[in-house]
């Protein structure tokens, strides 16, 4: 018995040492598993109809508008795309005017030249875009990462915003919240930019559902390609590593514009528990109402992207009918 055990673990350290050396060389020879795809092949995979690209302070960033009517602009989470958002497009580009942006390191923006990915150099090209395009007024909706963006952006530009759809915006996450320094991966997180399975992506997926066998392929699929874009994989680890949602109790606080709170109750990235401190923090807010999803989790707009599209096109319907 003691012989098989000793043979045992010298097979699991053989293993553990083979691994090791491997991914040491993938990460000194710069090879990547799977390879970077270009870019011209992922644009000419992803690319809408409504698609257009436009430079901001070196940055290639794309951009679709669809529809007419006041301004509404659509902020993605983290990790997600621009593309997430068509079952919200489709029922409310016959009311709004539509803008969507794939924020720096996803879809198909570019990876920042500067490196720098903070939630100042995100609101600052968000503020240099929203002003290239003239726009004077706009509602916003954020998902997690986005609605933090959008949190900042209103606070920053008060006068610009008629309204705030919040859809599990993680800023109150208690491993990031009231923090002034990042919580940075460990090292050996960091491989993930040289060695990323398929498998990593699903994870990632399944894990912000309410239920996980609602996540489909072609969504995996989706999300998988535009990891593997060329320089998306360095640019995501760095946001990671650069993230800090700020002073975060304190924005709240000062967001003046009315808001549409919207939480699954099985989220278990950001409790739903931080729904209702979330809704009574922005005690300053001249309106606040809140949708509890019963069966949804952190990722809304991909798993409950009909019903959640409708409910944000009733709110802004019934605040368009009030204020005229």
């Given at each position: 018995m ?6 045992f ?7 553990i ?18 390879s ?13 109809e ?47 005017r ?6 720096p ?7 920042d ?37 959008g ?5 920053r ?8 759809i919040?859809?599990s915006p ?15 991966l460990p ?18 997926l ?12 072609k ?9 593997l874009?060329?320089g ?32 699954g109750?099985?989220?278990s ?7 209702h ?15 509890i999803y ?5 990722q809304?707009?991909?798993e409950?992207?009909?019903?959640t599209?409708?409910?944000?096109l ?11």
């Amino acid at each position: 018995m003691f012989q098989f055990v000793k043979s045992f673990l010298k097979i699991i350290i053989t293993l553990i040492l083979a691994v090791s050396f491997i991914l040491y060389a993938l990460i000194e020879l710069d090879i990547r598993y799977p390879s970077e795809i270009s870019k011209e092949e992922i644009d000419s995979k992803y690319l809408l109809e409504s698609s257009g690209f436009i430079e901001i302070d070196g940055v290639n960033l794309h951009y679709a508008i669809d529809g007419s009517g006041p301004d509404l602009l659509l902020l993605h989470a983290n990790y997600a795309n621009l593309i997430d958002w068509n079952p919200w497009v489709n029922q409310l580009k016959d009311h709004f005017r539509i803008i969507r942006i794939d924020i720096p390191g996803h879809g198909l923006t570019a990876a920042d030249p500067s490196n720098d990915y903070s939630m100042q150099r995100t609101v600052f090209l968000l503020e240099e875009f929203i002003n290239a395009l003239e726009v004077q007024k706009l509602s916003i909706a954020g998902a997690s990462l986005g609605g933090t963006i959008g949190l900042h952006y209103a606070r920053r530009n008060p006068e610009k915003v008629e309204n705030l759809i919040l859809a599990s915006p993680g800023a109150l996450n208690p491993r990031i919240r009231g923090r002034t320094e990042p919580v940075t991966l460990p090292k050996p997180f960091e491989i993930i930019t040289y060695f990323t399975p398929r498998l990593i992506t699903e994870s990632l997926l399944r894990s912000g559902f309410g239920d996980p066998d609602n996540v489909s392929d072609k969504l995996i699929d989706r999300w998988y390609d535009l990891l593997l874009r060329e320089g998306q994989r360095d640019a995501q680890i760095a946001r990671v590593n650069q993230y800090v949602s700020g002073d975060i109790d304190l924005v709240l606080s000062e967001i003046t514009s009315p808001a549409l709170i919207m939480w699954g109750e099985k989220n278990s990235v950001v409790p739903v528990e931080l729904a209702h401190e979330m809704k009574n923090m922005m005690n300053n807010s001249t309106r606040i109402e809140m949708i509890i999803y019963e069966s949804g989790g952190h990722q809304l707009v991909q798993e409950l992207g009909l019903q959640t599209g409708k409910d944000a096109l009733k709110y802004l319907m019934k605040w368009r009918d009030d204020d005229e």
